[in-house]
């Protein structure tokens, strides 16, 4: 479905993203991870055909997707602020895209409308944040496209409305497969929707692997300093507090049977890091 090629892409003298590569061809949801200004928008925005890579590939289904309609066809991309005109309502900004995406769902949209509680009367310049980010969500899982890109779609929304977006993705999702990237800083909440997960940090790819194999790994050791040193043998935590002759690490090993007999053999106590710590300490230490 998607490749990307040891891409290179910048601003003038300013690089944004260097030798970057990866692929996708499994109709799943696939998390996007990165610091601010890690690359991540730019990425979806390469994906989308907006940008043309400065060297390397970029393909949807087999094309590059720059200046190319017969390929953008298959992609649905809602920025994180999305750029809608200023005179429409929301009604006018969901007819529009029923326009574009051939494969819209009509039924689905007046069914989040009432999940989100927006009104299509309004004009999208007079919503909040987070209603023009369900706004935005509708509009791209209602286009049924067969690549479909959202940017921090949660943005703005409370617990309970980013908890409703995520059961109408699933569902969605279940309904009707197809390839969507997802960037968020809510990994911990999304992540039992992903398959997989993309994190891009420091203009590369540093990570590109199943969510399962992903979250197993950081770990947390607490006890006798002098103990959690022995077994570390000059390795560099990711993170640490000391508190006198104790400590507590972060380390980059997986949560597993061998790691819980090695704590318990030296008298420590272990326990899985978060996955959102996990991947800032790792973005941290790279």
């Known amino acids: 479905m998607i490749r990307v090629e040891n891409v290179t892409y910048g601003y003038g003298k300013t690089s944004v993203l260097e030798d970057i590569s990866f692929t996708e061809n499994e109709p799943e949801i696939i998390a996007i991870w990165g610091r601010n200004g890690a690359g991540k928008t730019t990425l979806m925005k390469l994906l989308s055909g907006q940008e043309k890579p400065n060297k390397g590939k970029v393909e949807i289904m087999g094309m590059a997707p720059y200046n190319r309609s017969e390929a953008v066809q298959y992609v649905c991309y809602m920025q994180e602020d999305h750029p809608f005109s200023s005179i429409w309502s929301v009604k006018d900004a969901l007819r529009f895209a029923s326009y574009f995406y051939s494969n819209w769902d009509e039924d689905l949209t007046q069914r989040l409308l009432k999940?989100?509680?927006?009104?299509?009367?309004?004009?999208?310049?007079?919503l909040s944040k987070g209603m023009k980010?369900?706004?935005?969500?509708?509009?791209?899982?209602?286009?049924?496209?067969?690549?479909?890109?959202l940017d921090e779609p949660s943005n703005g929304l409370d617990a309970s409305m980013r908890k409703k977006m995520y059961q109408s993705l699933r569902e969605s999702h279940e309904a009707h497969?197809?390839?969507?990237?997802?960037?968020?800083?809510?990994?911990?909440?999304?992540?039992?929707?992903?398959?997989?997960?993309?994190?891009?940090?420091?203009?590369?790819?540093?990570?590109?692997?199943?969510?399962?194999?992903?979250?197993?790994?950081?770990?947390?050791?607490?006890?006798?300093?002098?103990?959690i040193e022995k077994i570390l043998d000059g390795q560099k935590p990711l993170e640490i507090y000391e508190l006198g002759s104790s400590v507590k690490v972060m380390i980059d090993v997986p949560y597993n049977d061998e790691?819980?007999?090695?704590?318990?053999?030296?008298?420590?106590s272990i326990e899985k890091a978060k996955l959102q710590d996990y991947l800032l300490n790792k973005t941290e230490e790279a």
């Open 115 to 126: 999940i989100f509680q927006l009104n299509e009367k309004k004009k999208v310049s007079k």
């Open 133 to 149: 980010s369900a706004l935005q969500f509708i509009i791209g899982i209602s286009s049924h496209a067969e690549i479909t890109i």
């Open 177 to 227: 497969p197809r390839l969507i990237l997802l960037s968020t800083h809510h990994i911990e909440e999304i992540q039992p929707l992903c398959e997989s997960l993309v994190v891009i940090h420091d203009k590369k790819v540093l990570l590109h692997e199943t969510i399962d194999e992903i979250r197993e790994y950081g770990v947390w050791l607490a006890g006798e300093k002098i103990k």
């Open 259 to 268: 790691w819980k007999e090695i704590a318990s053999l030296h008298g420590l």
